[in-house]
Structure formats: structure tokens, C-alpha cells
């Protein structure tokens, strides 16, 4: 018997999934809203029918926090305004189907069958792979959906595409999609498409005999020939020369090649990781790439998000960037202040973890000798961007501030911060009081959430009303669930 949460604020659709559910021998939890769903949902489920429109947000837009509920439940979006952008945007978000309305009862049944079988008939490798990720952190739902395909490709042989922003990480995703593979033993062969010379291209690649071209005063192998039984890494693929693509799409499909110069063609046994930060799509709807080489490079799309939308993550990697560089620098180990995590978290880091790394080795270099990371070590640039940020937070406070026409002047201002009486705690039990660490943690479980909630979701609040900063925020909402 399966869990199936059902997410719709029409009646007549909760009732009838709830009739299909009761006929199939399922049970079925019904919630008008997203709010009340999350809270159903932290029981176990199978299966998400969610609905798009509801009355406090998109669906769409919490697909990721429905999947990544306990049971790792599978997500059927249902929609009555259906289009192909938002199917899109559903399925490569890993939903499992996307239904629009009006349906029948039969199209639901049918749905529930299919995916009900699907999780009884999947291997359990798929889902309990171990990911040597090679330094690469994050739990949030974007960095957790690309952890767990990545663990999907090291068990295949599938070419692999990996999207992401200059920085995000994709050289260490694709080694350490190497790593787990079969092929760990053998080479992994690295080619970056941009700076490769235009007029020398096919020589990397493919290799060439002595007396080739000017210049060819000896046989060399290629690249190609080179990752035979390990690994091709092509970084940026996007800057591939289009002169080349199509002889690289033979070789891609073939895995056989003829070198420059030679009449017979070698073979080469070689697995496709391609990583871009352009939009291949786009450039294949212009003419700027081969179409039918796209196709071949999208086995398994991995796409990585940026450092902007994993903030949460920030203060660990952090850590992790100046731990790693005190040891190999023999410096004395450091930690950061609350102002320098303050300017991180808000920083929008254009360069992503790349960026991040680079300016923390910066400020262990400024720091020397001592043991604490201040603002003064960071970049210029970063501390210039805080005071802006700064500046225009207290502008904004004072026009706030500014009384309307005929406000009565002399009243003071009250203290708005919520009381600490306000926020009750959980009460023991006289017949079987729990342990103190277990009380404390369910006590600050209880201040963090209803904090959250007199915030509105507003970290700046949340870290006011609760006297914290920020990062020492976001550690607590990580903790606690949030």
C-alpha cells in the first residue's frame, strides 16, 4: 500500500483522486495549500499529485521541497493552464509527469499505476549511491538533484552534459563522476575547446602523422586516442570550432577517427563528459552548433546551480576553502568573524565557488599570522559593495522613518521586537521528562520556526528579532529544518 499526498484547491479534484486512491487500496492526505501539505508531508510519502495555481504560491516553483520530503516521494504536476514551457521547466526538474486539466479519473489511475511501478521495480543502487564528490558541497534540493545524477551517470556509460556558470563547478563534478565509474583506473583526459587554436584543432584532437602539415616533424597521437578505455573531458564545448564538430560527431558515434595525414582509421573506446556555460540550445536554433551534436552530448543533462542560489551553503564551503588552504600553506588555522560571513551571504558572487575560494585565499594571506578573518581582509571590492548595501539600507530605514503630515511627533516609538515570553517552549512531561540536549534542541527547534514565521521569511528580520547574525541564522535554519 502506498502514501499519496494530494495538492489541490479544487474539491471535486481532492475527492476525486481520493476516490481512485481508496479503489486502488492506497491511502491518500488531501491538502488545499502548500503549507498544509509540507506539514502532512513530513510523514512519509510515495506519490505528490500537486496542483500549480493554489492559494499561497506555485507549484512549480515547491517542486523541489515536495521531492525532497521524507520517502523521496515522486511528483506528478497537475495544471488546468498548461503550456510547454512549464512542462519543460517541470520535467527537467525531475517531476514524473505533467497532466493538464480536465481529466479523468482514469488518466489519474493510470498515472498512479505507472509510478507506483516504476518505485517498486527501481534498482535500489539508483538511489543509495555514495558519491566520492571530491570536496563538492551542498543539500539543498539543486545541488542534492545534480549529487544524485551524478551518481546515476557513474554507473552508466551514458555522454554526460554539464551546464552550469563559469565557476559553479564543473570540472570537479566531471572528475568526480570519473572517480565512480568503472573507469577510475584509466585516463582522464582534459580538453578546453576555448583555448584550443582554431587551425590546430583536429591535430589535438585526432592526432597526425610526421609530414602531416608544416610544422609535423614527428607522429602524434590525439587526444582522442589518448583517453582510449578512461575518460574525455571537452570543457567548454560550446567553443568547439563548427569546421570540427561534425568530424568530432563521427568520431562521437563511431568511436573511430582518422588521424591528419593518414589513410586508415584508429578506434578509440572513450567516455563523453561535456561541460558548457552557454545555452547550446539557443546556439543550435541559430546555426552556431550542430543540432544532431547536441542531441548526442544530452545522454544525462547535470545542471549545477549557482553559488547565488545555494547562500545556505556558504558558510560551509567557506570553512572548507580555509582549512584546505591553511594546510597547504602551513598557516595557522582561521576562522571568520560574523561581519566577513555577513558580507559573504550577501555578496551575489558572479564568479560563484570559484570566486569564493579565491577571495578567502586572499584574506588568509592578508590575515598572516592571525586567527580571525575581519572585513579589512577581504577584496576592496567586496567591502566597497557592502557599505553600498549598507547605505542603502539606512536610507531606506530613514525615509521610512519620516512622519506623514500631521503624525503626532512627540509620540516615542515602541520596541517592536517580539518579547521572548511570546515564544513558548515545549513542556516536559512529568511521568517521562526527556533528556536536557533533547529538550534544549526541541525548544530551539520551537523559537527558530515561530521566528521565522513573525518574520515572514525575512532572514535580516529573523537574525534581528532572534539577536544573531545572519550566518549564525542560516546555520540554525539548516539545523532545524528550514
Known amino acids: 500500500m502506498a502514501r499519496v499526498l494530494v495538492v489541490d484547491d479544487e474539491a ?21 495549500s502548500i503549507a498544509e501539505a509540507l506539514r502532512l508531508g513530513r510523514d512519509p510519502v510515495d506519490v505528490v499529485l500537486l496542483d500549480v495555481w ?26 488546468g493552464n498548461g503550456d510547454g514551457d512549464a512542462a519543460e521547466a517541470a520535467l527537467r526538474s525531475g517531476a514524473w509527469e505533467f497532466l493538464t486539466k480536465p481529466l479523468q479519473m482514469r488518466d489519474i489511475e493510470q498515472c498512479l499505476r505507472h509510478v507506483l511501478q516504476f518505485r517498486q521495480n527501481r534498482p535500489p543502487s539508483s538511489e543509495q549511491l555514495v558519491v566520492d564528490s571530491g570536496h563538492i558541497l551542498g543539500s539543498g534540493p539543486g545541488m542534492s538533484h545534480a549529487l544524485k545524477l551524478l551518481g546515476q551517470a557513474a554507473k552508466s556509460e551514458v555522454n554526460v552534459l554539464l551546464l552550469g556558470e563559469t565557476g559553479v563547478g564543473k570540472e570537479l563534478f566531471a572528475r568526480a563522476l570519473f572517480r565512480n565509474s568503472a573507469r577510475a583506473a584509466r585516463p582522464f583526459v582534459t580538453v578546453d575547446c576555448a583555448s584550443l587554436p582554431e587551425s590546430l584543432v583536429e591535430s589535438h584532437l585526432f592526432g597526425h602523422s610526421r609530414g602531416a602539415f608544416t610544422g609535423a616533424d614527428r607522429t602524434r597521437e590525439g ?52 561541460a558548457t556555460n552557454k545555452n547550446l540550445e539557443a546556439m543550435a536554433a541559430e546555426g552556431a552548433f550542430r543540432a544532431d551534436l547536441l542531441y ?38 582561521k576562522s571568520l568573524s560574523d561581519a566577513v560571513l555577513d558580507i559573504l551571504l550577501e555578496y551575489p558572487w558572479p564568479g560563484n565557488v570559484r570566486q569564493l575560494i579565491h577571495c578567502l585565499e586572499r584574506a588568509c594571506l592578508a590575515a598572516g599570522g592571525g586567527d580571525l578573518l575581519l572585513p579589512a581582509h577581504l577584496p576592496t571590492r567586496m567591502r566597497v559593495d557592502s557599505v553600498r548595501r549598507r547605505m542603502c539600507r539606512e536610507q531606506s530605514v530613514a525615509m521610512d522613518a519620516v512622519p506623514a503630515a500631521g503624525e503626532n511627533l512627540a509620540e516615542p516609538l515602541g520596541d ?45 528580520k529573523a537574525a534581528g528579532v532572534a539577536g544573531i547574525s545572519r550566518g549564525h541564522w542560516y546555520e540554525l535554519m539548516k539545523k532545524n529544518g528550514l
Not at 479534484?13 to 491518500?28: D, K, S
Open 12 to 32: 471535486l479534484m481532492r475527492t476525486m483522486a481520493q476516490v481512485i486512491c481508496n479503489r486502488l487500496g492506497h491511502e491518500v492526505v488531501l491538502a488545499g
Open 54 to 79: 493554489l492559494p499561497d504560491g506555485n507549484g512549480l516553483e515547491c517542486q523541489a521541497d515536495f521531492a525532497h520530503l521524507p520517502g523521496s516521494p515522486d511528483v506528478v504536476i497537475i495544471t
Open 223 to 274: 587526444l582522442l586516442l589518448a583517453a582510449d578505455k578512461g575518460t574525455l573531458f571537452l570543457d567548454e564545448v560550446g567553443d568547439l570550432p563548427q569546421p570540427i564538430q561534425g568530424a568530432f560527431l563521427r568520431a562521437l558515434e563511431l568511436r573511430r577517427f582518422r588521424p591528419v595525414g593518414e589513410v586508415r582509421e584508429v578506434g578509440s573506446d572513450f567516455r563523453l563528459v561535456a
Open 296 to 333: 548526442r552530448l544530452q545522454g544525462l543533462t547535470i545542471v549545477i546551480p549557482p553559488l547565488r542560489e545555494r547562500r545556505d551553503e556558504i558558510p560551509a564551503l567557506a570553512r572548507q576553502a580555509i582549512s584546505r588552504f591553511c594546510l597547504k600553506n602551513d598557516q595557522p588555522g
Open 416 to 460: 517592536t521586537r517580539p518579547a521572548a515570553q511570546a515564544v513558548p517552549c515545549p513542556s516536559i512531561e512529568n511521568a517521562a521528562p526527556p533528556c536536557l540536549r533533547e529538550w534544549k534542541a526541541r525548544a530551539e527547534k520551537t523559537y527558530v520556526r515561530q521566528v521565522w514565521d513573525l518574520s515572514g521569511g525575512d532572514v535580516r
